[in-house]
């Protein structure tokens, strides 16, 4: 288990977590395989490379009750439909357009905090909230513009926002008591078995893709994903699920730049400015969210949690 301070500062750890997780847009797309194939097997191989290294934190799960594994099953869930929908807007929408959309992710993640934590909002951050409600309305008429394949990548886009807004609280929940080599290896493995079991009931392949889109799992699974969303897994028992959001507004910045130097995509006015808005209205979301999300959760932290049942303990 972690001690009851980080070793590592958490925010510089986010700062890293997002560089890595940018890469990830452009990974996909350079991927040939269908999205579903490339959302596997960015969490199977990622859950292969732990596994030597995660042995020894098994004996956290003999403690945990029925209700601790729903948290666990649901995580991993929210996460293997993230990536699935994310990946599938990809195939539809433009990394900018993609990736911006996603950012939105910060006004689920407060909507789930305040049913479940009571997590209260500010004027300014809901302002905040509405100003990138309107960037987002900006990017879906510029591409409806274009036609209606890229319309279809953007709502498929804001899903995979929801769902990953839903990821982060059930871990928010889960990392007060399980270490973060523990909650990554479950999650991703459940993530990567509902994925698995999708591609079985749609009768997809798994093999028989070229030599490239292997490498391509190879960097998914090791970059963005154990470098980047397993740093985000540690730095949340230290931060927050709300605080975990704002890193978000790295990574368009980060994915456009690739998408440009890699893919060649441009960005059209519709997208500059609906983006600037967007990451505009969510730094002040966050900004004004912060404080607020940070005393409230000290506050929840300091209550008994039912996962697993102790009853002189909040931190395992």
């Not at 996909?28 to 199977?44: C, G, M, T």
């Not at 490379?49 to 020894?56: A, D, K, R, V, Y």
């Not at 523990?182 to 994925?195: P, Q």
């Amino acid at each position: 288990m972690e001690q009851q301070q980080p070793m590592f500062p958490p925010f510089l750890g986010l700062l890293l977590g997002a560089v890595f997780v940018s890469t990830a847009a452009v990974l996909v797309k350079l991927a040939s395989a269908p999205a579903e194939v490339v959302a596997f097997y960015r969490l199977f191989l990622a859950v292969v490379l732990m596994t030597p290294f995660s042995i020894p934190y098994f004996k956290e799960l003999r403690a945990f009750e029925s209700r601790a594994w729903i948290y666990l099953l649901l995580s991993g869930l929210f996460l293997a439909l993230h990536f699935v929908l994310w990946f599938e807007s990809l195939n539809y929408t433009s990394v900018a357009s993609s990736v911006v959309l996603v950012t939105l992710q910060p006004l689920f993640t407060f909507i789930g905090a305040y049913m479940l934590f009571g997590e209260r909002i500010k004027m300014k951050a809901l302002a905040g909230g509405l100003l990138a409600i309107c960037g987002s309305v900006m990017i879906f008429w510029g591409d409806f513009r274009i036609g209606g394949e890229a319309v279809w990548g953007n709502a498929l886009a804001l899903l995979a926002a929801a769902m990953v807004s839903g990821y982060w609280l059930c871990g928010q929940h889960l990392r007060q008591r399980l270490s973060i080599m523990t909650y990554t290896y479950v999650v991703y493995g459940t993530g990567a078995l509902f994925i698995l079991l999708y591609v079985a009931l749609t009768g997809g392949a798994l093999f028989s893709y070229p030599a490239r889109d292997w490498w391509l799992f190879v960097a998914l699974a090791l970059f963005p994903t154990l470098l980047g969303h397993s740093i985000f897994n540690w730095a949340v028992k230290w931060v927050g699920a709300s605080i975990i959001s704002v890193t978000v507004l790295f990574e368009p910045i980060g994915a456009s730049l690739l998408a440009y130097l890699i893919l060649g995509e441009t960005l059209s006015s519709a997208q500059i400015a609906g983006g600037l808005i967007i990451l505009s209205g969510i730094y002040l979301f966050i900004r004004n969210h912060h404080s607020q999300a940070q005393r409230v959760q000290a506050d929840h932290e300091q209550q008994p949690v039912s996962v697993p049942d102790q009853k002189h303990s909040t931190n395992a």
